[in-house]
């Protein structure tokens, strides 16, 4: 079965910090996709990266950066020099790819608060 | 144009109603899915259609009865709810067969009270 955790429910942090969402991940798969998704206070959850199991390279989006690790299957997610705006809720989630449509399994939800 | 729409945003239900939620996604995405999300919770995975056919119901209570007339349109048609119901439905749309793929875009959500 396959599992996501997100260990930190809330951080909060003054602006201009920055800072790192922990997300570790169980699947029995080899190949297998990860995403990490941003949820305001609006509802609306936001699409910010998909990463494959088999592509473990790091990536960098202006201030957002992804850390794939696939020894301690971890995908961890850093803000650097956090804004207000990034305050939100954020969740890794995780699909298993055995053709056909699947859903995604999320973790829990990290909360994140940035303080002006 | 790369959005999901739902309506309606909000919407208030007792439980002898029946009710539609409806999404739309005009980006030629031919997997769509349903997902609850309780307060302070993760979405949780609820239907998922592929090319207009339901491909996997995650144990949904009959009261919850989903429909997709065409590869734009999924609706989710309900009745005799309870109000452990209430929550946020969420609607998504993704590319092909599956995110195994691509990434799925959500919709805002629709908010629903069972009174």
């Known amino acids: 079965a396959q599992k996501v955790t997100q260990a930190q429910t809330e951080i909060s942090v003054v602006e201009k910090e920055d800072v790192t969402l922990d997300c570790v991940y169980e699947?029995?798969?080899?190949?297998?996709?990860l995403f990490w998704y941003k949820q305001p206070p609006s509802g609306e959850l936001v699409f910010l990266i998909r990463?494959?199991?088999?592509?473990?390279q790091n990536e960098i989006s202006g201030r957002y950066s992804w850390n794939f690790q696939k020894s301690t299957s971890s995908f961890n997610f850093t803000i650097t020099a956090s804004q207000v705006v990034d305050s939100a809720v954020y969740f890794c989630a995780l699909s298993e790819a055995e053709g056909g449509a699947d859903g995604l399994t999320f973790g829990k939800g990290t909360h994140l608060i940035i303080q002006p | 144009d790369t959005e999901v729409t739902q309506t309606p945003k909000h919407l208030v239900m007792g439980m002898t109603n029946k009710k539609s939620l409806k999404c739309e996604q005009h980006?030629?995405?031919?997997?769509m899915y349903w997902y609850k999300q309780k307060a302070k919770k993760p979405p949780e995975l609820m239907f998922v259609y592929s090319y207009e056919k339901l491909s996997i119901n995650e144990s949904v209570p009959s009261r919850f009865s989903p429909e997709c007339p065409n590869s734009s349109l999924l609706n989710l048609h309900l009745h005799a709810l309870q109000p452990e119901d209430s929550a946020l439905y969420l609607c998504?749309?993704?590319?092909?067969?599956?995110?195994?793929?691509?990434?799925?875009?959500f919709g805002p959500g629709t908010r629903l009270t069972v009174l």
């Open positions: 699947t029995r798969d080899t190949t297998y996709y």
């Open positions: 998504a749309s993704s590319r092909s067969g599956g995110s195994s793929y691509n990434e799925q875009f």
């Open positions: 980006m030629g995405h031919r997997a």
């Open positions: 990463r494959n199991s088999f592509d473990e």
